[in-house]
C-alpha cells in the first residue's frame, strides 16, 4: 500500500478538468438538441437498476477526464485493495469489507484476511441469525410466558438503527403479517417511552444492536427497555426472574460477546460480526437481525444477492461505464468544480422514506473530513450535504430551491415502475400519475422554460422574470421495475460504492469517524454538570455554564 494518498489536485487531469470547466457553458437544451444518441449512451444498466446520467452538466469530454482522474488516483488499485482486504481504514487499521458481507456460500476463491476464512465467518453467522429468525417468525421462540413474538424493538442507534430501520420501512410489504418491529435510537426518553407504549411484554422481543456494546445511548436505552420489562412482568426482585425474563426478551447483535453476557445476555442468543463491516456499512451483516426477522430469511438473501451484483458491477465494469464510479465522479464534478454543496436524494417511492436519513450516515459520516488518511490536510473540498425527501411531498416543500434558488443542488431521482398498492382513482391508476411527477421534475430542472415561452403564455412582462426557470439544473434517475429485496440491496451497495469513490479521490479514510468522539467525551464530562455538581459546572466555559445553570433553574 502506498504510504501517502496522491493528491488529486496534482494530476494532469484535475488540471484539464479545471481548464474544461471554465470554457464549459452547460447546456442541457443544447446537448440533447445537438446529440440525438446522448440519451441512451448515458443511460446505463446497474444490475436491475436503470441509471440515466444524461441530465447531468457534462460533456463527453467531462466524462472521460473524470475518469482519467479516477485512473491518475489509483481507484482501480484502491477498490482491489478494499476487496481484499488491506487495511485500507490507517486509523483504526482495519480492513473494509462489508463487501464480504453478502458474497454468496462458496464463492471461489475463498476470501482469507488476516488468516481468517472470512466467507466461512460470514455464512456461519447468517446460518444462526436465519436459524434465530425461523424460530421467531414460526413462534417456536416464546416469551417466558409461552406467547409467540408479536413485536421486535430494535435498540440501537447510528449504524445499528439507520440501516435497519430504513430496510424494514422499505420492505414492508414483505414483512410477515402478525410482526411489527419498532425502533428506539435517542436517548432522549421519550424514544423509548412511546416506542414500548402499547406494548405486551410477553409478546415483545429486544434486539440490542451495537457493534462496539458501548455506546450510551443504546446501553442507556437497553437498560430502560428492561427495566419496564421487569416491571410489567411485576418480575420478583430476585436474579432467577430476572435473567428468566432477559433470557427470553432479550437477544443482542454486537463485535464485543463479552460485553453482551456482562449485561446478562445469553451469548448464544448473540449474533456476532466483525471489527471490518463499519457501523455505516452494516445492515446487511447480522446487524440486520430485526429485517431477517420481519421478512425472513429467503428475503434477506435476495437482499444480499442485490449488494452483490453491484459488487460485481464495480468490480468488473470498465470505468466508463461503471455506474457508482460515474456517479461518485459526477459527485466530485460537482464539490469540486462547479461549487455544490448539498446533494438531494429523492425517492419517488414512499417505502423509501427513511433513505435519505440512511444515505446521511453513509456519506457525511464517511467523508465529512479535513484530512487524507496520511494525516495530510485535505487539498480539496469534501463531503457535501446529502438530504432528501420522498416525492411529491419534497415538491410542495423545498424544490422551489432547486429549480430557481441560486445554488446548485444535484439531485438524485429514484422511482419504481410496480408499486406494491396498484390503486386507481376513477379508473386513473395513481401510481402512474406519482411517476409523472418523477418524470416532470427532471425534464423541468433540466430544460428549465425560457422568458419567450412565459410571454408566450400571455405572461404579464413584470412577472415574467418570476416565472423563468433556467434550466441546467442536474439529476440523475433511476428506476427500477419494483422496490424488492434486492433492488433495495442494489440501491444501498450502489451509494456505498458512490462514497468510496469519493473518499479515494479525495485522498481520506470513508471509514473512520473521529468526529463524533469529541461531543461523546464533553457530554460524559458535563453529565455531573446537569445533575447539579457545583464543581464540574464551575469548570465549564462561560456559554455553557450559563445555559446549564439555566437549565437547571428551568428543570422542575
Ligand atoms: O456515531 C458514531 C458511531 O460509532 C457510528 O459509526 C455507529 O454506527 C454508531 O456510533 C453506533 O455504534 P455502535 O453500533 O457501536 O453502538
Not at 502506498?2 to 457553458?25: G, K, M, N, R
Not at 444515505?359 to 438530504?387: A, C, I
Request: glycine share 8%.
Amino acid at each position: 500500500m502506498p504510504t501517502s494518498p496522491i493528491d488529486v489536485t496534482s494530476t494532469a487531469a484535475w488540471q484539464e478538468l479545471s481548464v474544461h470547466e471554465s470554457t464549459l457553458t452547460p447546456d442541457l437544451r443544447g446537448w440533447f438538441a445537438d446529440d440525438p444518441e446522448r440519451a441512451t449512451r448515458l443511460t446505463l444498466p446497474l444490475a436491475d437498476l436503470t441509471v440515466d446520467l444524461s441530465k447531468n452538466l457534462v460533456t463527453d469530454e467531462t466524462l472521460a477526464l473524470l475518469v482519467r482522474l479516477a485512473d491518475e488516483v489509483g481507484l482501480a488499485d484502491r477498490l482491489q485493495a478494499q476487496l481484499r482486504g488491506d487495511h485500507i481504514n490507517v486509523t483504526e487499521d482495519r480492513a473494509v469489507l462489508h463487501t464480504a458481507l453478502r458474497r454468496p456460500a462458496g464463492a471461489q476463491p475463498p476470501l482469507v484476511v488476516d488468516g481468517q476464512d472470512v466467507d466461512a465467518d460470514v455464512q456461519a453467522e447468517l446460518t444462526k441469525m436465519f436459524a434465530f429468525a425461523d424460530k421467531v417468525r414460526s413462534g417456536e421462540w416464546t416469551g417466558v410466558t409461552g406467547e409467540r413474538v408479536r413485536t421486535v424493538v430494535n435498540i440501537g442507534i447510528g449504524g445499528s438503527d439507520l440501516g435497519p430501520v430504513m430496510a424494514y420501512e422499505a420492505l414492508k410489504p414483505y414483512v410477515q403479517d402478525g410482526l411489527e418491529v419498532r425502533f428506539v435510537s435517542n436517548i432522549d426518553p421519550s424514544d423509548l417511552a412511546e416506542t414500548v407504549k402499547g406494548l405486551d411484554p410477553a409478546t415483545t422481543l429486544f434486539i440490542v444492536a451495537s457493534k462496539t456494546f458501548g455506546t450510551l445511548e443504546t446501553l442507556t436505552n437497553a437498560r430502560l427497555a428492561r427495566t419496564w420489562l421487569w416491571e410489567q412482568f411485576g418480575t420478583a426482585d430476585d436474579d432467577e426472574s430476572r435473567n428468566a425474563a432477559v433470557a427470553k426478551h432479550f437477544v443482542a447483535v454486537s463485535t464485543a460477546l463479552d460485553k453482551v453476557a456482562a449485561f446478562g445476555i445469553d451469548p448464544t442468543n448473540a449474533f456476532g460480526f466483525w471489527d471490518w463491516v463499519g457501523g455505516r456499512y452494516s445492515v446487511d451483516s447480522t446487524i440486520g437481525t430485526s429485517l431477517a426477522i420481519a421478512v425472513g430469511p429467503d428475503a434477506f438473501r435476495e437482499f444480499l444477492a442485490g449488494f452483490h451484483a453491484v459488487d460485481q458491477h464495480v468490480a468488473t465494469t470498465p470505468f466508463a461505464q461503471n455506474v457508482p464510479v460515474l456517479m461518485g465522479l459526477l459527485n466530485v464534478w460537482y464539490v469540486n468544480f462547479l461549487g455544490a454543496h448539498t446533494h438531494a436524494v429523492l425517492p419517488y417511492a414512499q417505502y423509501l422514506h427513511r433513505f435519505a436519513a440512511y444515505l446521511q450516515q453513509l456519506t457525511m459520516e464517511s467523508n465529512g473530513k479535513s484530512v487524507r488518511w496520511d494525516g495530510t490536510p485535505v487539498t480539496t473540498q469534501t463531503g457535501e450535504v446529502f438530504w432528501g425527501e420522498p416525492g411529491t411531498n419534497g415538491q410542495h416543500a423545498f424544490y422551489q430551491l432547486i429549480h430557481q434558488g441560486t445554488r446548485l443542488i444535484p439531485a438524485d431521482f429514484i422511482a419504481v415502475a410496480n408499486p406494491a398498492h396498484p390503486l386507481t382513482d376513477d379508473g386513473v391508476d395513481v401510481h402512474g400519475l406519482f411517476l409523472a411527477n418523477f418524470f416532470a421534475q427532471t425534464k423541468a430542472l433540466a430544460f428549465g422554460k425560457t422568458a419567450d415561452e412565459v410571454r408566450a403564455e400571455g405572461t404579464a412582462e413584470d412577472i415574467v422574470p418570476a416565472r423563468v426557470f433556467s434550466g441546467n439544473r442536474p439529476t440523475t434517475s433511476i428506476l427500477a421495475a419494483a422496490l424488492t429485496p434486492s433492488v433495495l440491496g442494489q440501491l444501498i451497495a450502489l451509494y456505498e460504492h458512490v462514497t468510496f469513490v469519493q473518499g479515494v479521490v479525495w485522498g481520506i479514510d470513508s471509514f473512520d469517524q473521529w468526529g463524533v468522539e469529541l461531543g461523546k467525551k464533553l457530554a460524559l464530562e458535563i453529565a455531573p454538570a446537569v445533575q447539579g455538581d457545583a464543581a464540574a459546572l464551575a469548570a465549564q466555559d462561560p456559554s455553557t455554564r450559563a445555559l446549564i445553570s439555566r437549565y437547571l433553574e428551568l428543570r422542575a
